[in-house]
């Protein structure tokens, strides 16, 4: 650093001392909307996705069918996953038939189970997962008609075939669900072809995907294209539930952004005006000394840059505060910083400092000596 930087540092600094106080305030104005810009595009960036999270335990928001009177097939199964790729968060493949206990036909379900509950986190059980062969699981409202409890058997038998399989199975829990599952009885694949005697045959896969609206029409397309075979839908319900969601706290965080940033320019504005006009002796005397216009807006565009970074450093240390407080406190997640939110900031708020000091500065650049120096 040659002498005339260290001049032109010195210059600054003993400017920014002598005006202690309104270097101060103007620097809250800008630590203020740096605050809040840094703040909220945290909170936008993380609190969506953790929604997005939060809404896949209402269930799959894509669902795979056959287009005829066919199942679906292991092959139809790896095509879909394979159309899917890595949007998958979880999925479960679901057949469907009935087995008759004591000559009453019950319906069942067979699932992956775990796999199933991934799907459909919403499940609760009142015992514990099957986990063996000639365990399930029984809907709530199945228990209570035949006064089924956890630990006891229950024999059922095929009902289309002469002889069909009859097994006795032990129930692993209760399954409460508030939906249709309350009225199955839910069994590994496995267990369920033990009594079919097929082939793996699927009515339907549910998907929980990582994927917005848009997406998942896409994903629905790939699927449609895979196989002629598969039909694939998007669970509405949900899909714009998140997506509805999503945009409108974006939407409404970047419009509170856009009114922030104007307010703090006026702020800085007003502030930094102030500040010129009071410098206008000062800068009167550096004219008529020999100072160029030019030197004197090299010192206010370093004055304003000095300002900006230190209001932008003060204020995203508090913005990462506060969308660390509104994370936990109000959506009770833990916030994941992007650290791309640090540069933003500064130069958002090296930009409105620079914004708010330019119309000043060229006006007082311009000033004659004669003119404030009149009476001196």
């Known amino acids: 650093m040659n002498n005339r930087h260290k001049m032109y540092l010195r210059m600054i600094t003993q400017s920014f001392w002598h005006r202690l106080s309104r270097v101060i305030i103007a620097s809250l104005s800008i630590a203020v909307g740096a605050a809040t810009l840094s703040g909220l595009g945290l909170v936008a960036y993380t609190v969506p996705a953790q929604m997005s999270k939060e809404l896949r335990s209402y269930g799959a928001n894509l669902i795979v069918l056959s287009d005829g009177s066919q199942s679906l097939t292991d092959a139809q199964l790896a095509a879909a996953d394979d159309a899917v790729g890595d949007a998958r968060l979880s999925r479960a493949p679901y057949q469907y038939t009935n087995l008759l206990y004591n000559q009453q036909a019950l319906q069942v379900m067979g699932t992956i189970v775990d796999d199933a509950w991934a799907v459909r986190p919403y499940w609760e059980i009142d015992g ?29 038998t095929e009902p289309t075939v002469a002889d069909g399989t009859a097994k006795r199975l032990t129930v692993s829990g209760i399954l409460r669900t508030g939906g249709a599952e309350d009225d199955l009885i839910v069994m590994s694949l496995d267990t369920l072809k033990e009594f079919t005697g097929g082939v793996s045959e699927y009515n339907i896969i549910e998907y929980s995907v990582n994927a917005d609206e848009t997406r998942l029409g896409a994903l629905v397309d790939d699927i449609d294209a895979t196989d002629a075979g598969m039909d694939a839908e998007v669970v509405r319900r949900i899909s714009q539930t998140q997506t509805g969601i999503a945009q409108t706290l974006q939407t409404l965080i970047w419009i509170v952004s856009v009114i922030i940033c104007l307010l703090t320019l006026i702020s800085i504005s007003a502030t930094l005006n102030a500040i010129v006009s009071e410098r206008s ?25 000095l300002l900006g970074l230190i209001g932008g450093v003060a204020g995203v240390a508090a913005g990462i505060w506060i969308a660390n407080f509104i994370s936990l406190k109000a959506f009770a997640v833990q916030l994941d910083i992007n650290w791309w939110v640090v540069p933003i900031t500064l130069v958002f708020s090296v930009v409105i400092s620079l914004a708010g000091s330019l119309l000043p500065a060229r006006r007082i650049s311009r000033i004659r000596p004669a003119d404030v120096l009149g009476g001196e």
């Open 128 to 156: 514990e997962l099957p986990s063996g062969p000639d365990q399930i699981l029984v809907g709530e409202n199945v228990a209570e008609l035949y006064r089924f409890d956890v630990g006891e058997t229950v024999g059922l």
């Open 281 to 305: 002796r000062e800068i009167g005397l550096k004219k008529a000394l020999g100072a160029l216009s030019r030197d004197v807006m090299n010192e206010f565009v370093g004055e304003s840059v």
